[in-house]
């Protein structure tokens, strides 16, 4: 326990003394938790070692993941709120509590969302020639191309303005104008304007020439000039409303996304998916955003609209809409992004052999983005000419648009394979692609798994079963990621390839529960959630406790996304009570607390952020000597425990454990520069190396040392 955590626990009044491990004292609060993930991902933002547009990249996930929150999480407590519930989370929270609790973090967060914008990033784009202008401060040739362009593109666009804001339904995330209109007789009319983003995009490149296209072209110059496309609109007002003074206030009004699905016996899974998808589209409003400029009467009138107390109401001084900044990721501005890396082939994968062959002989483990996914890709490929496969099974569960899995899983059902596919519908703001992906499989050929409406296949799968000499080989792979060969670039994520039979099997028999529904509880290298999962992890700490009791030594590490369940989080104080060192790595929410003299002083908890987003799940169990090593999808939330199929994979190869232990798990734990450690109040600090100790950056190591968990491999 650090001398920090000790002043916190002293000043919180926290001691292990007559503490019941059920005190709200010992958790954080999840949604507090989520929301200062976020400044850590701002941080990054700030980060003048990241390029700049990378920067920009990280601003645009602020937004995101805050439009995330209060489409899924602020409707939740607020539906809470609203029935009258005091029910109280494990912190001790009530719903309205948590509301006020977040409020409180998120408007300084707002702040330094728009001064990183127009203090940092602004300036630091401008030096590079991308230039973010007002139309007022341009010159008057700039302005008349603008102008012309907006007559004669842009305001054809535009909804003729209803003067009756009554009448008016605001689309969720939509960037809106408010627009006070007078006339010459001082009769004053409210109307809206939605800002055609869809169209036209969020920022809008000032043409070279009148009427041309805005979007961006990679084969102009490298200086860019761009406004935004409220700031244009409101620059043409006299066109909108003539011989009228006006005055325009961007706002933007966030839904609640949460969907219910209502079936019947008679109903199709999908159908009654597809139709509770467009509740989503006219949810009840969970957030008013709007221009700090807003006069107080208007705030006022749109949240009577909006029937929004003023808890949900917050004011921005910069851009509205973060989200969109995503858009100048377009720029043709390779110096200013991350530079590109050729990622690992494993020089077992040779040349011109036959992947079957291969992974017969051996087990592989992938690590992307360092190890290519063209691996998978190309396995699948294989498996869909070869004539010895029968069989292929695989779980979707987010799909690239342009997916050469897709197009691998077609081309097996055209050439006779038995296909099997189990989508996710439920994959949340994925659900419509996942509709369209069911349609297209299923029109192909594949036999499609989609209805599983209590509960959300999470499991990342992949089992292909092939007639050879000496009988069926099963090939499976098992993994923490999604077969997105978009994401795997950008996501570090854990897979596992393998011809054992003993795996083969079991995995068979989880897909037969899958599409059939049989029972089968008793795996030995697979954890299935949400029947077995949650009791193996808990056995495996009081197993790891009960080792270090009689051998010493007890050691526990995980690295997950998210830690929130209860049980678990109980269970892992009780190691630490009993001597266990533990070590976490959570990127985002963590509702345990760590350095609790007594309790939780023998666990560290560190969350990394940087260029790829850390999603490997990865649990190591020293097990006296005989260590295990869990890799898969789940994390260790109530959800991923006991509403989800999760499966996590005891790796069977003592080689490979080393090499996951040694190469991939220590390095993440061993980061001093990109990894911030969790204080026992809820709050982050940098992780700062000791003098003499060297910097490490995990992500940057793994690119310079991509490949070296093979070379220990069997």
């Not at 630091?124 to 401060?137: F, M, T």
Request: aromatic share 8%; with cysteine.
């Amino acid at each position: 326990m650090t001398a920090t955590d000790k002043d916190v626990n002293a000043k919180k009044g926290i001691s292990s003394q007559k503490i019941s491990l059920d005190s709200p004292s010992l958790f954080l609060n999840r949604e507090l938790s989520w929301i200062r993930f976020n400044a850590r991902i701002l941080e990054e933002a700030q980060d003048p070692w990241h390029p700049l547009l990378e920067r920009v990249k990280f601003l645009a996930i602020c937004g995101s993941n805050l439009d995330e929150f209060f489409m899924t999480r602020i409707p939740r407590l607020l539906k809470k709120v609203n029935q009258g519930s005091v029910e109280k989370s494990t912190d001790g929270m009530t719903p309205y509590d948590q509301i006020e609790a977040t409020r409180r973090e998120i408007i300084p967060l707002i702040k330094k969302h728009a001064e990183c914008w127009k203090e940092q990033l602004v300036p630091a784009l401008s030096k590079e020639d991308i230039h973010i202008r007002k139309v007022d401060e341009l010159a008057n040739e700039q302005k008349h191309k603008l102008r012309e362009f907006f007559k004669n593109m842009v305001l054809p666009t535009l909804k003729t303005p209803v003067p009756d804001l009554a009448q008016t339904f605001m689309n969720n995330l939509s960037i809106n104008l408010l627009v006070l209109a007078k006339d010459a007789a001082a009769n004053r009319s409210y109307h809206v304007l939605e800002v055609p983003t869809d169209h036209f995009g969020r920022l809008t490149k000032i043409p070279k020439h009148e009427y041309q296209a805005t979007h961006f072209n990679e084969t102009e110059s490298l200086e860019s000039e761009l406004v935004f496309m409220e700031d244009l609109i409101e620059n043409n007002r006299d066109l909108l409303f003539p011989n009228r003074e006006t005055s325009f206030y961007p706002f933007r009004i966030t839904r609640n996304a949460e969907i219910n699905i209502a079936m019947d016996e008679s109903s199709d899974f999908l159908v009654s998916m597809k139709n509770s998808l467009q509740n989503r589209k006219t949810g009840f409003a969970s957030r008013l955003e709007f221009d700090r400029r807003m006069p107080d009467q208007l705030r006022e009138t749109l949240a009577n609209m909006a029937a929004l107390p003023s808890y949900l109401l917050y004011e921005s001084d910069g851009p509205l809409g973060l989200v969109d900044l995503w858009q100048l990721l377009e720029t043709n501005r390779p110096d200013l992004k991350d530079k590109t890396f050729l990622p690992n082939i494993s020089p077992l994968l040779t040349p011109g052999t036959s992947l079957f062959e291969i992974i017969a002989k051996r087990d592989i483990i992938l690590y992307h983005p360092y190890d290519s996914f063209e691996v998978i890709i190309n396995l699948l490929k294989e498996a869909a000419k070869d004539q010895n496969v029968l069989e292929i099974y695989i779980t979707l569960y987010r799909m690239d648009s342009k997916s050469p899995i897709v197009d691998a899983l077609i081309e097996a059902a055209k050439e006779g394979k038995k296909v099997t596919a189990i989508i996710e519908l439920k994959a949340k703001f994925d659900e419509e692609n996942n509709i369209k992906l069911t349609w297209r499989l299923t029109a192909a050929g594949v036999h499609t798994v989609y209805n599983f409406p209590n509960f959300k296949v999470h499991a990342k799968l992949c089992l292909i079963v092939r007639r050879e000499k000496t009988g069926i080989t099963r090939y499976s792979h098992i993994g923490s990621g999604n077969y997105n060969a978009v994401t795997t670039k950008i996501y570090g994520d854990i897979g596992y390839l393998t011809a054992r039979p003993e795996v083969g099997a079991e995995l068979s028999d989880l897909f037969g529960v899958l599409m059939r529904g049989l029972q089968k509880e008793d795996f030995k290298y697979l954890l299935v959630a949400p029947r077995t999962l949650k009791i193996e992890i808990l056995r495996r700490i009081d197993r790891e406790i009960a080792s270090h009791r009689k051998l010493g030594g007890g050691y526990l590490a995980f690295k997950l996304n998210n830690l929130e369940e209860t049980d678990v989080i109980k269970a892992l104080y009780k190691a630490s009570m009993a001597g266990v060192k533990i070590d976490l790595n959570v990127r985002a929410l963590c509702c345990l607390r760590p350095g609790i003299e007594g309790i939780s002083d023998n666990i560290s908890v560190i969350s990394i952020v940087g260029r790829f987003l850390e999603h490997a799940r990865i649990y190591y169990f020293r097990n006296g000597g005989e260590d295990e090593v869990l890799i898969g999808s789940s994390d260790m939330m109530f959800r991923n425990l006991n509403e989800r199929v999760e499966v996590l994979f005891s790796v069977p190869d003592p080689l490979i454990k080393h090499a996951i232990l040694e190469n991939i798990l220590r390095i993440h734990l061993r980061d001093n520069v990109k990894a911030r450690r969790l204080l026992s109040d809820g709050t982050y600090i940098r992780v700062e190396p000791e003098e003499d100790e060297k910097r490490i950056n995990s992500q940057s190591w793994l690119i310079e040392n991509r490949g070296i968990w093979h070379e220990n491999a069997p």
